[in-house]
DNA sequence: CTCGGAAACT
DNA sequence: AGTTTCCGAG
């Protein structure tokens, strides 16, 4: 719900044993390696510094050799349907995460966030956010970073409330496939929900969600090539700065 | 440069 | 599925 569903996605989900490139974008950008991708003036986007030099971190990561910006740039246009991204027009090799709207589009009260910053003080990679961590804690009071994305949080339940054991679940008892390890290690609380609760954030059913549509959305494209103009017409309502 | 179709790859 | 590779079009 604090998300878009793809930030939930573990880096090295079960299907496919790579990483993803936003991952690896996400990876370089919180390194503040800098040289190559650095984050840009608007909260979330980032500009590429030198695609070539970024293809070929990618390539050695992929184990592409002759990786190049026009390839790694065609995988950053197919996720503009996953709605992982979207291009910052008119300016070059800019693009934008799509978390940044969707927070505060459902949240206008919260405070614009200065993002200057080229690293966040703690970790927010899966490997090290398998632990509570308090600093965790402190820096979501002053929510601020793209980076700090849930990954492997568990995602917060759709419904309102519910019995207290099952705030840990999606489903309770959890799933087969569900690494408890994982899960289990994020207790006494769940920060993701620690955060809505400290924030005061309003409660939405899940059909208020654009989240939830924008799902559906993707549910029709997954089904075949239906209506577009219609499903244009959807993307507007959530994304009027992903349009032109 | 940027876009997106098409086909191939893992 | 998520790219990688190739490419014609704007």
Redesign the pocket.
Known sequence: VLFPDWAY?PAW?P??R?????HFLLELLGRGEGGAITWGSEWGEFVIKD?ERLAKL??ER?G?P??N????????????N?RILH?T?G????YKFNFNKLILVNYPSLPTCPQNTTSVPFSVFPSQLSFYNPSIDRAVHSICHPLLMPYSFPKPLPFPQTHPIQRQFPLFPPPSGTNLSEVSCLSPVNPALQFTQTLNWPVKSSAEWPLNRVMGLQERI?SGPQDKSHDNQEDRKIFPEAMH
């Open positions: 996605k989900s299907g496919s790579q990483v993803q490139l936003w695609p990618w390539g992929k592409k002759h990786m910006y026009d390839k790694l740039s065609r995988a950053l246009r197919y996720y503009y996953k291009k027009k300016k070059r090799f800019t997954r």
